[in-house]
């Protein structure tokens, strides 16, 4: 039997594929079982015999490719990035956790600990408190490198809650920014001779940090003033000072600068066909995300209508039982993703985004260096 290729069949348009494979090119389908068409058909040659070019260049991508805010606060950010790959979204996903870089205590000297909080879990804690200050503005810091004014913050710490008092709360805000660096001396210092020289302590800055313009009107605290730190009974205190350096979140979670990043696919839901008076009153129960709505139509009939796609959460109730599935369809779009961005506070979420960015780029042209 000889090869019957599209080319050869008059009722197949030339240069555009069929819908069904439309659809399955651009969209998840979502069965009350398990997702289906759910791979990207990457291949160009896909379609040849169609006479549709299934590559991806770059003039298709600039043409294809925007970005939509959609919600941004002071902590989070949510926005539509539309003509892009999984693998490209996924990226800067993974950036936005790993490598966009921030400040965080990584030194902990403690004077004088006498609470029921373990010296590892207070410095644990103090390290996972988000600081409020921009990372752009200070170096990183290598295990040879001297701390100074351009790669270290130092905080102090000293709260006691004196005999026949309550008990009391340590809290963040109790984090005192030392612009002149440490005040703790050396412990070499302190065995030394009675030098009339400044002793020398666990920082070498040579100037103040709040001389800089960057924090002259701005001064360096962490970013919520509430957070609890311990709890201290009559008697007890806590001394120490804390050292903040700049790092990356795939060195140590504390570094990351999002609460979290992450992303879905569109959802599209189309009704098959009308679903009308008491069918659509359950349809419309059915969903509790409440993508659906009511509307009245002649005579005092209902019918029901998708009000609230972008609502849906794929629970797929509404497809469930009664042979649902012949009218409503439940799609995601492949190449339209809803990203959000929840900042720890160190940057806004739009910085974030920008950085994570610029980090895509700088991988892209030394990969592009090395292949030249």
Known sequence: ????????????????????????????LCNSDAPIHTENIQ???????????????????LSNFKVEVTKLTEEDMEFDMVGIDPAIANAFRRILIAEVPTMAIEKVFIANNSSVIQDEVLAHRLGLIPLNVDPRLFDYMSENDAPTEKNTIVFKLHVRCERGSPRITVKSDELKWLPNGSEFVLATEKQGSNSTAKPKTYTSFTCS????????????????????LAKLGPGQEIELEAHAIKGVGRTHAKWSPVATAWYRLLPEVSLLQEVVDERAEELVKKCPAKVFDIEDIAKGKKKATVARPRACTLCRECIRGD?????????????????????TGALP???????????????CESLLTVLS
């Open 1 to 28: 039997m000889p090869r019957v290729s599209a080319l050869d069949m008059p009722d197949v348009p030339q240069g555009q594929l069929p819908p069904h494979l439309e659809l399955q090119r651009t969209r998840v």
């Open 43 to 61: 291949y160009s040659g896909a379609y040849a015999s169609m006479g549709v070019d299934n590559s991806d260049g770059l003039n298709k991508f």
């Open 209 to 228: 940090q709040d001389t800089m313009p960057e924090f002259s009107s701005n001064p360096i605290s962490p970013k919520y003033p509430d957070i609890i």
């Open 323 to 343: 042979d649902w599935e012949k009218y409503v369809s439940l799609r995601r779009v492949k190449n339209h993703f809803i990203f959000t961005i929840e900042s």
């Open 349 to 363: 979420p739009e910085g974030l985004f920008t950085e994570a960015v610029k980090i895509l780029e700088d991988k």
